[in-house]
């Protein structure tokens, strides 16, 4: 799967998210090193700490499919390039350090970083 495609995905998923309170809807998508997509959005919530990002949603839907090899990430977003928070960056560090991951303000003008270029020093226990 090419990024544009993913990236295609991220976006195709994002009027799905859950967000009354930033009105900041994301999407992303997350390919296995396998070739499956997992996609997920932002659900916002009350208790702003129990609020997930797109990009945790995706992992987490692919962890619990048995997935745990991960290839690229793209994020979309309603309001321009978007870029993993940094729990999302430290939460998919565990799983694949070396990510792609995709970002942009539409598939034209896609940004293509390592995930640990995002986040310097990240850690494993």
Known sequence: MDYKEL????????????AP?????VGAALLTKTGEVFTGVNVENSSYGATICAERTAC?????????????LAVAS????????????QFLYEF????DVIVGEDEAHLKIY?????LLEGFKL
């Open 96 to 99: 694949a350090p070396d990510l």
């Open 60 to 72: 987490v839907k692919a962890v619990s499919e048995g997935f745990r090899a991960f290839e690229a």
């Open 21 to 25: 309170f930033s009105k900041f809807s």
């Open 114 to 118: 390592k995930l640990n270029e995002l």
């Open 7 to 18: 990236y295609r995905k991220a976006a195709g998923v994002m009027p799905n998210a859950y």
């Open 78 to 89: 309603s309001g321009g390039t978007a870029y993993p928070c940094g729990i999302c960056r």
